[in-house]
């Protein structure tokens, strides 16, 4: 996905209600998708991955969902709350010792 | 377990003059290293990867450089800053044989005046 030349979108969401943030991949050989979350001045930090074998894996208040038909990926987060605001990116790989490719990122912002 | 620090967190640097950013992994022998840019409210943009000492990949044409003198220490630099160069700066590594899962630094911001 392509990462530059873009400013991010922006997610606005109520605090307690669920949120989807969805992303396009276009390499159909990918087959690892991870979800990062990067707070305001910090590195990105893991929230939850899946391998393409899977179309659903859930964490605490996190949901992956994969459609690999449509390359598509989404994270829906439950009960949205203010910690939770931050910008989101997608990533894929095509495997063992392949890059990350990142893709725009979203910016979630919680209102109170 | 693993951990990685990068140096300094802010910087504030004139244009025209040198910049070197330093990270160092601990906790894992032969990582693969990468050097990313994210500019205000954008994306990351990937700058360098490294799978060993002295092995540098560089993604885009740039006036950057990096360098990883040790296993687990990796290095970006500049002779001469531009404004362009203002950023964010992401230090991360990999686990070879794994899927690529990076794990960052907590990022140095750099800003060129």
């Known amino acids: 996905g392509e990462s530059v030349g873009l400013h991010l979108p922006t997610l606005s969401v109520q605090e307690g209600d669920n949120s989807i943030i969805n992303c396009a991949y276009s390499n159909s050989a990918s087959d690892y998708f991870i979800w990062y979350k990067q707070e305001s001045g910090k590195g990105p930090q893991f929230i939850i991955d899946i391998r393409s074998n899977m179309d659903k894996r859930q964490g605490q208040r996190v949901t992956v969902l994969l459609n690999k038909t449509v390359k598509h990926l989404s994270l829906q987060i439950a009960a949205t709350q203010p910690g939770d605001s931050a910008v989101y990116f997608c990533a894929e790989s095509t495997g063992a010792n392949s890059k990350l490719t990142f893709g725009k990122g979203i910016t979630l912002s919680v209102r109170p | 377990s693993q951990t990685i620090h990068q140096w300094p967190a802010t910087l504030v640097q004139p244009v025209g003059s040198p910049l070197s950013l330093e990270c160092t992994v601990e906790g894992t022998s032969n990582p693969n290293l990468y050097w990313y840019r994210q500019a205000a409210g954008r994306g990351l943009q990937l700058l360098f990867y490294?799978?060993?000492?002295?092995?540098i990949s560089s993604e885009v044409p740039q006036n950057l450089s990096a360098s990883r003198p040790q296993d687990r220490q990796f290095i970006l630099s500049s002779k001469k800053l531009l404004l362009s160069d203002s950023g964010f700066y992401l230090c991360?590594?990999?686990?070879?044989?794994?899927?690529?899962?990076?794990?960052f630094g907590e990022g140095s911001r750099l800003t060129v005046l």
């Open positions: 490294s799978v060993g000492i002295g092995q």
């Open positions: 991360a590594w990999s686990v070879l044989s794994n899927t690529g899962e990076l794990f």
